[in-house]
């Protein structure tokens, strides 16, 4: 009962249903699309579809979000099934599953944490916009010989962009009218019914492919099991995990804003391998997390894990009963769809705060948008967030200061505010005069704090300073882990155990 009441019981039953009916529809160009970016059979991309959707939804932790097919991961696999063919690329998934499982069971999701707020900026924005660029593949057409792709012109593309127009205003308008029905899934079925009732000529979902197949069944990869295998498919595994879950928990954290809720990122982690792994073995090509067909799922009013579950079999009784019928869905239907969501995804609000945050943050956000459409999310990401590490690390670098004063035994005291790590030891060594300041000398630590074994350092290199000239240098207001550090360095540290504060610092252990 408890399980039933989790995936029905608080959650509007229509709605849910409804939205896992539109995400399904939206799914089958993306995954055919990506299918054919990686080198692969449309198939491959729906069962990964189908597969990685069914369980993240099941068991992911992140209710709302969907899972699919991804052109993040498609542009990585495209090399190795060029050079190796399919079998390698289905064990590569595999052990991409296993590495993010591991990932998962070690709390290495917690990480995404760590992410600022401008680099997921920065990621929706790129995102939105790589989402968008990619609809255009739809305006080409086959050459007249049969043979490559060609601009859509004349009559052909007025329709197509009228039919998108259409779906668009449909989408914008009805919720003003009523909020019973998902506006996108309503845009989808008008725009069908009007094509296929005037028979109006526009290219359509059969266009692409085939949709139709079997239910696939399970099998092992055939490649020999070989140390060599390995070296090959570790590389592409190792990168295809990453990709997925910095994907996968960035989007789960968008989710989080929009829905005003909390999801588990390393059981997530967990169900994103095991999705994965299972895909692997069933003939797909693996997938993460999809923004686009989240924020479809997410704006429908879905909130639960029912609208990934119908989307997923929806999606599985496509293949297996309706080919026919989707293959008729206009191509127009789903790109108008796509685009309503780019423009909902875009972070408009980051444009006109640009000049309002710190120059710092605002290059983070323009840097990582860009890095996303160039290159990929990965590189994106990592880019930003290391640009911020270090912007954060020098801000609190040059924030140290030192309050200088003698008292009336004319004792020369420093108090020190601010974090004392790598960053800063320099400009805290420049702090001090050894040479012209008094006999006794106290460093004060109330307002400041050691984290790193490089501010240890700068302690014991500054005691080093005074006792070369014949000083005596005292600090005061250190953790007993400083105190520890330093007394084996033969460092005078006065001791209050009322006032002395209580942290550890991240040092190597020195006994």
């Keep these: 009962m408890a399980i039933i009441t989790q995936y029905l019981g608080k959650y509007n039953l229509r709605i849910e249903i409804l939205a ?42 992140r209710p709302g979000m969907i899972s699919g097919a991804t052109g993040a991961l498609a542009v990585v696999m ?26 998962g069971l070690f709390k290495l999701g917690k990480f995404i944490r760590l992410v600022p707020e401008p680099v997921i900026y920065g990621f929706v924005n790129g995102l939105a916009i790589v989402i968008f660029l990619a609809q255009f593949s739809q305006f080409k057409v ?29 989408i914008f308008l009805l919720p003003r009218l009523t909020k019973a029905f998902p506006a996108s899934l309503a845009a989808i079925l008008a725009i069908s019914f009007l094509v296929i009732g005037f028979n109006i000529p526009t290219k359509s979902v059969g266009d692409l492919a085939s949709i139709s197949g079997s239910f696939p069944l399970p099998g092992i990869p055939d490649i020999p099991f070989t140390w060599e295998t390995l070296k090959i498919i570790f590389p592409y595994s190792l990168i295809l995990a990453c990709i997925g879950l910095i994907e996968s928990l960035l989007t789960l954290s968008l989710v989080d804003q929009i829905t005003e809720t909390r999801g588990r990122s390393n059981k997530e982690c967990i169900a994103q391998g095991s999705a994965n792994v299972i895909t692997g073995f069933f003939g797909g090509m693996g997938g993460c997390a999809m923004i686009g067909q989240s924020m479809i799922n997410v704006s429908s009013g879905a909130r639960g894990r029912l609208s990934g579950i119908v989307a997923s079999l929806s999606l599985l009784s496509f293949i ?41 943050d605002a290059i983070v956000i323009v840097l990582v948008t860009v890095l996303t459409i160039i290159f990929d999310l990965a590189i ?11 912007v954060f690390a020098w801000e609190s670098a040059i924030r140290i200061r030192a309050r ?10 420093y108090e020190i505010w601010g974090p004392l790590f790598f960053a800063s030891t320099a400009t805290f060594q420049d702090k001090f ?15 400041s704090r050691i984290a790193d074994h490089s501010g240890i350092e700068a302690i014991k290199k500054l005691a080093a300073r005074y006792q070369k000239v014949g000083k005596n240098l005292r600090f005061r207001h250190l953790s007993e882990d400083c ?29």
């Design 78 to 103: 495209v090399s190795l099934v060029a050079e190796h063919g399919l079998e390698y690329l289905f064990a590569a998934v595999i052990l991409m599953g296993i590495l993010q499982i591991i990932m």
């Design 20 to 61: 896992g009916l539109t995400v399904a529809l939206a799914l089958v160009p993306e995954a055919v699309a990506f299918a054919f970016v990686a080198g692969v059979p449309p198939l491959v991309g729906l069962y990964a579809a189908f597969f990685v959707c069914l369980i993240t939804s099941l068991f992911g932790g």
């Design 142 to 170: 086959p050459g007249p010989d049969g043979s490559g792709q060609v601009w859509m012109s004349g009559s052909s593309l007025y329709i197509m962009l009228g039919l998108i127009a259409l779906t668009m205003a449909i």
């Design 404 to 413: 200088k004063r003698i008292d009336e035994n004319g004792v020369k005291h």
């Design 433 to 447: 005069d050894p040479i012209n300041d008094p006999e006794e000398t106290v460093v004060d630590f109330r307002e």
């Design 380 to 390: 994106a990401v990592v880019a930003g967030v290391i640009m911020a590490a270090l």
């Design 483 to 511: 105190r520890r550090l330093l007394d084996r360095a033969g460092t005078l540290v006065e001791v209050n155990l009322d006032e002395d504060p209580h942290y550890s610092v991240a040092t190597d252990d020195l006994a």
């Design 320 to 360: 297996l009963f309706a080919a026919p019928l989707i293959e008729q869905v206009p191509i127009a239907a789903l790109v108008g769809v796509m685009f309503v969501v780019c423009i909902g995804t875009f972070e408009w609000t980051s444009i006109n705060i640009l000049h309002k945050i710190p120059r710092s």
